[in-house]
């Protein structure tokens, strides 16, 4: 790699670094000023679950923007090497985008309508349902982009697929014995949820990190 496009790429993930902060910031700013004035007893389980939600709001967001703007946006923010590169994967890349942002969207309504005495547009048995509805509508979306991956992408789905089974099954092992033993106590139902879909991210990242992709090319 020449000195040039080793600048380039140090560029690149700093301003990645910058607008993704910015972008967080924002969706925590945006998340007060809705919930401003509410007299509501958030609990930790609901705290997290809601950041996680937010989390792939903030991933569907970023990737479904870059898709709809792939030169003025995309390739200065995603993984890629250029625009043409996610003009070609738009399908995967827009159905991955907008999956990521009704899961989002689902997780954080499952944990608005559980709080005490919020003013939730439906209940939390309906933001359950919902929940399992959206997570149809993405494994349907997913399956076609799942067909037309190349091996390294399979490859990569699977490592993290594996990773995340493994993390999950040392915490149900530990907090769950802990919790039976009276050392520690239970999961609450909402951590399950949250362990589910943040463990799964986070074994992503470990996948794709693994193999050198997190420097932008």
Same mark, same amino acid.
């Given at each position: 790699?020449?000195? /040039?496009?080793?600048?380039?790429?140090?560029?690149?993930?700093?301003?990645?670094?910058?607008?993704?902060? #910015?972008?967080?910031?924002?969706?925590?700013?945006?998340?007060?000023?809705?919930?401003? @004035?509410? &007299?509501?007893?958030?609990?930790?389980?609901?705290?997290?679950?809601?950041?996680?939600?937010?989390?792939?709001?903030?991933?569907?967001?970023?990737?479904?923007?870059?898709?709809?703007?792939?030169?003025?946006?995309?390739?200065?923010?995603?993984?890629?090497?250029?625009?043409? /590169?996610?003009?070609?994967?738009?399908?995967?890349?827009?159905?991955?985008? %907008?999956?990521?942002?009704?899961?989002?969207?689902?997780? &954080?309504? %499952?944990?608005?309508?559980?709080?005490?005495?919020?003013?939730?547009?439906?209940?939390?048995?309906?933001?359950?349902?919902?929940?399992?509805?959206?997570?149809?509508?993405?494994?349907?979306?997913?399956?076609?982009?799942?067909?037309?991956?190349? /091996? #390294?992408?399979?490859?990569? &789905?699977?490592?993290?697929?594996?990773?995340?089974?493994?993390?999950?099954?040392?915490?149900?092992?530990?907090? @769950?014995? @802990?919790?039976?033993?009276?050392?520690?106590? @239970?999961?609450?139902?909402?951590?399950?949820?949250?362990?589910?879909?943040?463990?799964?991210?986070?074994?992503?990242?470990?996948?794709?990190?693994?193999?050198?992709?997190? &420097?932008?090319?």
């Amino acid at each position: 790699m020449t000195t /040039e496009v080793r600048a380039l790429s140090h560029r690149k993930m700093a301003l990645q670094a910058l607008i993704g902060a #910015l972008a967080g910031g924002g969706g925590m700013l945006a998340a007060m000023w809705l919930i401003e @004035g509410e &007299t509501l007893a958030w609990r930790p389980s609901q705290i997290i679950l809601a950041g996680v939600g937010l989390i792939y709001a903030l991933m569907g967001l970023f990737v479904g923007l870059g898709v709809l703007a792939p030169r003025a946006f995309g390739q200065r923010m995603l993984n890629v090497a250029d625009a043409e /590169e996610i003009v070609e994967e738009r399908a995967n890349m827009g159905g991955s985008a %907008l999956s990521c942002i009704l899961i989002g969207a689902a997780l &954080t309504l %499952l944990a608005y309508t559980t709080v005490d005495g919020a003013n939730a547009p439906v209940s939390a048995p309906a933001a359950f349902w919902i929940v399992l509805a959206l997570l149809a509508i993405g494994t349907a979306i997913t399956l076609p982009i799942w067909r037309r991956l190349d /091996e #390294l992408w399979r490859r990569l &789905t699977i490592d993290a697929s594996a990773i995340a089974g493994n993390i999950l099954l040392v915490l149900c092992i530990v907090w @769950g014995g @802990g919790a039976a033993a009276g050392l520690v106590a @239970g999961p609450h139902p909402l951590d399950l949820v949250s362990a589910a879909f943040g463990i799964f991210l986070l074994a992503t990242f470990i996948a794709v990190g693994r193999r050198g992709m997190m &420097t932008p090319p």
